[in-house]
Every structure is written in C-alpha cells, then in structure tokens.
C-alpha cells in the first residue's frame, strides 16, 4: 500500500506511481499550477491542498489507466443536468428496482401486487412493458406509473421527467 493506494504490480505505472507519490509533499503553488495544466482551467478557490492533491492525482490515474466506464458517465451527465434544473440545488439519485422486488399499491380500497422482471412487470397473471400499463389496467386512465407505484413525486412531472417514466 503507498499514500493509502493499493497498488497492483500487473497494471500500475511506475512512472504515474512515483507522479502521485510526490503529490503528498507538493506545495500548495505548485498544486494549483499542476491543476490549471491538466483541467486547463483554474482551480476551484474553496480547494485546499487536500482536495486541490485528490483531483490531481485521479485525473493522472484517469489520464494513464482509462476513466469511468460509459454507461457510468452517461449516469453522472444524467444527475448533473438533473441538479442543474432543480431550482433547490438538490440532487437525487434515479431509482433503480431489482429484479425480484415487488411493488404495492392501494387504489380504491384495493391492494395490487406487481413484481419487477428483468424485463418488465407481472400483474394479474400478465407481464408488461410498463408500469405505466399496468397503472391503466387498475384505473382505467392515463398515469405516469412509477408515480402512480410511488416511485416518482408529483413535483417529478414539473421537470418533465414523466414522458420518460414507462
């Protein structure tokens, strides 16, 4: 283990190992110059040397081992445009339901069961595509299913997001 890594002899760098290895004793000038040259642009004012230490040295591992998967990506770009539209800063994950999990919801005095497949929902003896379908089976109108299995707020429809829940 070295400044708290673990280290994988097969796929780490010597080089870059020895580059993040100097970052502990770097001064703080020093920090912010490396930062401007590898983001190529200025270092956040609120960013002490700790943290000025951490961005360095994950985009110099990023740089030489590769960075973050895809669909990982694809998520955080999700999440960011999410945060950057509500008006409260607040940030919330999307939810993800496994296979297996079984949702519950009173409508008119009635209790309906569905379970989540990996590639859509039972109900009533019936697979479907959407929860939203099952969500009309029950009432016989149109509603946003995840909202409807309580799995979205109201205030989710303001931003948009219920054309894309089925």
């Known amino acids: ?21 100097q970052l502990a004793t770097t001064k703080i000038a020093d920090l912010r110059a ?22 360095i040295a994950h985009r110099i591992q990023e740089r030489a081992y ?3 998967p895809r669909e990982h990506q694809h998520l955080l ?13 607040r940030l919330e994950l999307p939810r993800r339901i ?14 309906y069961r569905v379970v989540v497949l ?3 929902f039972a109900y009533d003896g019936r697979t479907y595509k959407s929860l939203s379908e ?12 995840p909202r409807f ?3 979205r707020r109201a205030s989710d429809r303001e931003m948009g997001d219920e054309r894309h829940a089925h």
């Not at 283990?1 to 290895?21: C, F, N, S, Y």
């Not at 496994?98 to 209790?111: A, I, Q, Y």
């Not at 099952?134 to 299913?145: D, M, V």
């Open 34 to 55: 490396r930062y401007r040259e590898l983001f190529r642009a200025e270092p956040p004012k609120a960013f002490g040397p700790d943290l000025l230490r951490r961005s």
């Open 66 to 68: 590769g960075g973050l």
């Open 149 to 151: 299995f309580g799995l």
């Open 98 to 111: 496994k296979p297996g999990s079984e949702l519950v919801r009173t409508w008119n005095k009635r209790t």
């Open 1 to 21: 283990m070295t400044q708290g890594r673990p280290t994988i002899a097969a796929k780490t760098d010597p080089v870059v190992e020895a580059e993040l290895d």
């Open 118 to 120: 990996a590639s859509g």
């Open 134 to 145: 099952i969500a009309f089976a029950i009432t016989g109108t149109k509603w946003n299913g």
């Open 77 to 89: 770009d999700q999440l960011v445009r999410s945060a950057r539209a509500k008006p409260n800063g």
